[in-house]
T-cell receptor
Framework: GAGVSQTPSNKVTEKGKYVELRCDPI?????LYWYRQSLGQGPEFLIY????????DSGLPNDRFFAVRPEGSVSTLKIQRTERGDSAVYLC????????????FGPGTRLTVL | AQSVSQHNHHVILSEAASLELGCNYS??????LFWYVQYPGQHLQLLLK????DPLVKGIKGFEAEFIKSKFSFNLRKPSVQWSDTAEYFC???????????WGAGTKLIIKP
């Protein structure tokens, strides 16, 4: 079946603008994760959804970042008042359950804030 | 805080050479350990994982890794690399929050044909 998909693949925006990044998980996967990967580093955890609810949002860097998953499938990561430091690749992953289950990754969205 | 360190940021080898990529983590409790690979232009894929049992784990494409608890290490090995192994390799662990992957910075591996 189809893997995790993310749109857009690239997003260029200006400082101060609002952006939305979308993730379509693998069908049937109840758990969904967002990570952020800056240049030369490994991914950093942002948020974990189990179903519709955010089970752990401790990785969100500040209140400009917010994510939703209203129907337990597609998720949107929202960033308000973007800053140049938000430039990174935003990765989405999904798995059958939360704990101990293999996470399948999407191709990522490369966000550039000018 | 939990952390993962990968010793080499860049490794260049010739085809047929043996490979060992180092990974150390800092967490004293029970861990689950992973190696992911990212081929050029592709997304992250799981190479192998360790949850429990035999500390020598075999993965796809001839890769294996050994969990040495006393050394907090999970090194990746392959006896004979191929040009197609050119990729970036990431070590990751879960610890106290077993859904949350903590990642190393990655090792870029280049295999010269």
């Amino acid at each position: 079946g189809a893997g995790v998909s993310q749109t857009p693949s690239n997003k260029v925006t200006e400082k101060g603008k609002y952006v939305e990044l979308r993730c379509d998980p693998i069908s049937g996967h109840t758990a969904l994760y967002w990570y952020r990967q800056s240049l030369g580093q490994g991914p950093e955890f942002l948020i974990y959804f189990q179903g519709t609810g955010a089970a752990d949002d401790s990785g969100l860097p500040n209140d400009r970042f917010f994510a939703v998953r209203p129907e337990g499938s597609v998720s949107t990561l929202k960033i308000q008042r973007t800053e140049r430091g938000d430039s990174a690749v935003y990765l989405c992953a999904s798995s059958f359950g939360g704990n101990y289950n293999e996470q399948f990754f999407g191709p990522g969205t490369r966000l550039t804030v000018l | 805080a939990q952390s993962v360190s990968q010793h080499n940021h860049h490794v260049i080898l010739s085809e047929a050479a043996s490979l060992e990529l180092g990974c150390n983590y800092s967490y004293g409790g029970t861990v689950n350990l992973f190696w992911y690979v990212q081929y050029p232009g592709q997304h992250l894929q799981l190479l192998l994982k360790y949850f429990s049992g035999d500390p020598l784990v075999k993965g796809i494409k001839g890769f294996e890794a050994e969990f040495i608890k006393s050394k907090f290490s999970f090194n990746l090995r392959k006896p004979s690399v191929q040009w197609s192994d050119t990729a970036e390799y990431f070590c990751a662990v879960t610890g106290s929050r077993n859904y949350q992957l903590i990642w190393g910075a990655g090792t870029k591996l280049i295999i010269k044909p």
